[in-house]
């Protein structure tokens, strides 16, 4: 019996068996490669589900770690952070300038705006009736209760109700349906710029700026859930910033710490205000070696020049899915996406290809059913993108 195949059978006996997992168990990365413990090698397509930017094994974010782990790992919110405070500048610096409350994941951040929300609605603003939420379909923000409760996907509501009451949903990237659903008792209107889980899908240009000015004349907030889409993924550090337009909160987690477990909330000082002290808390959230990886990871987006790597690596990729497109239809039946967020629309399941993939060596992973989804670190070269396109190129011409 392989390392793998033991560490395999002691985890399917222990571990809950809630994630659709791939029988691989990973021992070690550098940069896109990662091998797992019987010494296979992997072209890492996924970076972690959009977390890893730097990539795998980075020396200097594992030094930074390794530092302020020694010097002081955790206090909580007791009192103020150095890193947390130097990691709230940094961010207040892009595109969005306001105040921030951190947190551990994805479904946290989404958790600490509703309740923002909420919070300014009734107490800031004395509109008590304003409690609805307006939502996607086929929309993803997480799987706690508020979270789910705004996710538009039965399939990952199904078995949980009652959920949190008063969302209503609405479909993506239709302003007239906006129109309809934001009304005087809409708190605010949580969406995706682009959304990621529901399969790679972009809004039309001026939607969001469109939905931002809706939500203003009817006295609603915008939420944007930048989780999947922030920290440059789409080569700007927010993409709502490729909309001209502004949210009331934004979240953000995944490659925020790089790999390190962190979520956020930003909010206009406007907004911010309706959290006072004992409104709402995280005990790790924002700690010293969360933050001190993610102040490391704000200063390499801007010294590697990963902004700008993420746009043209984003083209070239998009441009060789484009000829795969071209060579495999119609068993591929289109390529989109923004950045290094890209997928491959397939005619049929993913599940299938991208198991072939990993059989191969080529980790990729689904978006929606039908779509392959390249989420790459943004510090990805050409020669990685060649070959990670040939491999799937080779498996779509064997099932096309
Ligand atoms: C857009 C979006 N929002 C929220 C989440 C939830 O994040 P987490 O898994 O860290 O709770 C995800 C995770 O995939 C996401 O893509």
Known sequence: MSLSEELLATGRRLLINNYNRSPVVMARGEGCVLWDTDGRRYLDMTAGIAVCVLGHGHAGLARAIGEQAARLTHTSNLYYIETQIRLAEALSKRAFAGKAFFCNS????????????????????????????????????????????????????????????????????????????????????????????????????????????????????????????????????????????????????????????????????????????????????????????????QNALDELGLLRNCEEMGAYLHAALEGVVARRRPAVQATRGRGLLQGLVLQGEAGPVIARARERGLLVSAAGGNVVRFAPALIIGKSEIDEAVGVLDTILAEVS
């Open 106 to 297: 994805g479904a946290e951040a989404n958790e600490a705006a509703l309740k923002l929300a909420r919070r300014y609605q009734i107490v800031v603003r004395n509109q008590p009736d304003r409690t609805e939420f307006v939502a996607c379909d086929n929309s993803f923000h997480g799987r706690t209760f508020g979270a789910l409760s705004v996710t538009g996907q039965a399939k990952y509501r199904q078995g949980f109700g009652p959920l949190v009451p008063g969302v209503r949903f609405m479909p993506f990237a239709d302003l007239p349906a906006a129109g309809v659903a934001i009304g005087d008792k809409t708190c605010a209107v949580i969406i995706e710029p682009i959304q990621a889980e529901g399969g790679i899908n972009l809004p039309p240009p001026g939607y969001l700026h469109d939905l931002r000015r809706l939500c203003a004349e009817r006295g609603a907030l915008l939420i944007l859930d930048e989780i999947q889409t922030g920290v440059g993924r789409t080569g700007s550090f927010y993409a709502f910033e490729k909309e001209g337009t502004t949210p009331d909160i934004v979240t953000l987690a995944k490659g925020l710490a790089g790999g390190v477990p962190m979520g956020a909330m930003l909010a206009t000082d406007e907004v911010a205000r309706a959290f006072e002290p004992g409104t709402h808390a995280s005990t790790f959230g924002g700690n010293p070696l969360a933050s001190a990886a993610a102040v490391y990871l």
